[in-house]
C-alpha cells in the first residue's frame, strides 16, 4: 500500500516536471533537470539501486551552441573612387562616385552624395553671380567713368569755343567802338587848312591880284574848264587882290582848284 503511495507520489511529481515542459515556461535545461528527478523519483519508488540513482543524478543534458558568425562589410562610405557619378552597392545602400568639396573622388551614400551636389551646385551658382554682378558693376563703372571723362572733355571743348567766341565778339565790338569814335571824332573836329601853294611873285606879263602867274588879258579861265579864254592858267592859284577874273568861284581864296 505504502508503495503504491510512493509510486503515486513519484508519477505526480513526474507529472509535474513534464506539465512545466508542455507549458513552454522552462528552459532546455530546466526541462532536462526536471526529466531527471522524475526518474529518480519513478527509480525510487520502484526499488532502484543507489548507482542507477546516481547515474540519473549525475546525468545532464549537453546543450551545443552553434554561433555562426557574421563577417562585416567593410565600409566604403569616403573612400577614393574614380569614375564620378558611378554606382556601387552595399547591402541595402546606394554610394555614388561623388567629387567633394576639396575636388577628390569619394564613394558617398546617395542621399548624401545628392545632398553635397546641390550644395557645391548652389555655391557655385552664388559664386557665379557674384562674379557677374561684380563683373557688371565694374562694366558699368568704366562705362560711367568713360561717359563723364567724354562729357568733361565736350564740356571743356564748349567752354573754349564759347571763350574764342566771346573774345572775338569783344574783339570786334572793340573795332566797331574805335572806328565810330574815330569817325565821330573825325566829324567833331574842324577842317584842316587846305595847304595853299607858294604862288611865285609875279613877273612880268602875271596878273598882281594873283599869287602865281596869272596872265593878264581881257579874260582868263582856268585851263580845262567851260570857260573861252581867250587866255587860260592852270591852277590852282592864290588870289591876293581882286578876282578880276573870277578863279575863286567859291570864295576860298584859291582859284582854278
Request: overall charge negative.
Amino acid at each position: 500500500m505504502m508503495m503504491r503511495s510512493l509510486r503515486t507520489g513519484s508519477e505526480k511529481a513526474a507529472c509535474r516536471s513534464f506539465c512545466f515542459y508542455a507549458d513552454g515556461h522552462t528552459s532546455t535545461k530546466r526541462i532536462a533537470g526536471a526529466a531527471a528527478a522524475a526518474a529518480v523519483l519513478l527509480l525510487t519508488g520502484c526499488g532502484g539501486s543507489s548507482a542507477s540513482l546516481s547515474a540519473v543524478g549525475t546525468a545532464e543534458p549537453t546543450v551545443t551552441a552553434s554561433a555562426t558568425s557574421t563577417a562585416m562589410p567593410t565600409p566604403i562610405s569616403k573612400t577614393p573612387c574614380s569614375s564620378v557619378d558611378s554606382q556601387k552597392f552595399a547591402g541595402s545602400a546606394t554610394y555614388n562616385c561623388t567629387r567633394d568639396e576639396s575636388g577628390a573622388l569619394i564613394w558617398l551614400e546617395a542621399s548624401e552624395a545628392r545632398a553635397l551636389k546641390d550644395k557645391l551646385s548652389a555655391e557655385a551658382a552664388a559664386k557665379a553671380a557674384a562674379e557677374k554682378a561684380a563683373a557688371d558693376k565694374a562694366a558699368a563703372d568704366k562705362a560711367a567713368a568713360e561717359k563723364a571723362a567724354e562729357d568733361r572733355a565736350a564740356a571743356d571743348a564748349a567752354a573754349q569755343e564759347a571763350a574764342r567766341q566771346a573774345a572775338d565778339a569783344k574783339a570786334a565790338q572793340d573795332a566797331a567802338a574805335a572806328q565810330a569814335a574815330a569817325e565821330a571824332a573825325a566829324k567833331a573836329a574842324p577842317p584842316p587848312p587846305k595847304a595853299v601853294p607858294v604862288a611865285p611873285a609875279a613877273g612880268a606879263g602875271c596878273d598882281p591880284n594873283y599869287s602865281g602867274c596869272v596872265p593878264i588879258a581881257s579874260d582868263v579861265d582856268c585851263a580845262g574848264g567851260s570857260g573861252n579864254g581867250p587866255a587860260y592858267v592852270r591852277g590852282p592859284v592864290q588870289v591876293i587882290g581882286n578876282d578880276i577874273y573870277g578863279l575863286d568861284r567859291d570864295g576860298d581864296g584859291l582859284g582854278c582848284e
